[in-house]
Antibody, heavy 122, light 110 residues
Framework: QLQLQESGPGLVKPSETLSLTCTVT??????????WGWIRQPPGKGLEWIGF????????YYKPSLKSRVTISLDTSKNQFSLKLTSVTAADTAVYYC?????????????WGQGTMVTVSS | QSALTQPPSASGSPGQSVIISCTGT?????????VSWYQQHPGRPPKLMIY???KRPSGVPDRFSGSKSGNTASLTVSGLQAEDEADYYC??????????FGGGTKLTVL
């Protein structure tokens, strides 16, 4: 059974880089023809997609308004994928989820991690 | 592009049916058959209930159904049960490698 688990610092200072990792168990991120992605949810607010990367690692899609600050990458040796978000502000405070879409990246994700809370504060 | 429009709240009694709408434009909901719906209970990750307008992932009860007419997609929950009380979000492909989320609807089972 495929499972996802986020990990990373729970507190990041303003202007610094937020780095999170999603560890995939129960399947290989590189051998499956799937996308892998990140979605976040500010406290008490709705969902916001951040970006997705294909299992080959050479195709990715980022939310236009975040594109200049986001990098998503694969580490197939560790069966992980990661998120880097630069120049963070308080507006980036959120629960960050990693997820796997049911098929194409825009078709909804049927497998999710439990989420990790990241607070941006000095 | 603006977020998709959902009613902030909806409610129904056990056994009744409730319809939650998700309104966009011809550039997103109306232009593609790629509307999905999530259910989210407090403190839990979202759960995919519907994708491609009306398809249900395995394990989702057939009490949940999706449809679309023009620029509005709808999620129908039939035979309401207490455990259906949750937040519901719609998403749609919006072209140009973009995706839009709805603001969410809080469903209350009376």
């Amino acid at each position: 059974q495929l499972q996802l688990q986020e990990s990373g610092p729970g507190l990041v200072k303003p202007s610094e880089t937020l780095s999170l990792t999603c560890t995939v168990t129960g399947g290989s991120i590189s051998s499956s023809s799937h996308y892998w992605g990140w979605i976040r949810q500010p406290p008490g607010k709705g969902l916001e997609w951040i970006g997705f990367i294909y299992s080959s690692g050479n195709t990715y899609y980022y939310k236009p308004s975040l594109k200049s600050r986001v990098t998503i990458s694969l580490d197939t040796s560790k069966n992980q994928f990661s998120l880097k978000l630069t120049s963070v502000t308080a507006a980036d405070t959120a629960v960050y989820y990693c997820a796997r879409p049911v098929s194409s990246w825009f078709m909804g994700s049927d497998i999710w991690g439990q989420g990790t809370m990241v607070t941006v504060s000095s | 592009q603006s977020a998709l429009t959902q009613p902030p709240s909806a409610s129904g009694s056990p056994g009744q049916s409730v319809i939650i709408s998700c309104t966009g434009t011809s550039s997103d909901v109306g232009g593609y058959n790629y509307v999905s719906w999530y259910q989210q209970h407090p403190g839990r990750p979202p759960k995919l209930m519907i994708y491609e307008v009306s398809k249900r992932p395995s394990g989702v009860p057939d009490r949940f159904s999706g449809s679309k007419s023009g620029n509005t997609a709808s999620l129908t929950v039939s035979g309401l049960q207490a455990e259906d009380e949750a937040d519901y979000y719609c998403i749609s492909y919006a072209g140009s490698n973009n995706m839009l989320f709805g603001g969410g609807t809080k469903l209350t089972v009376l």
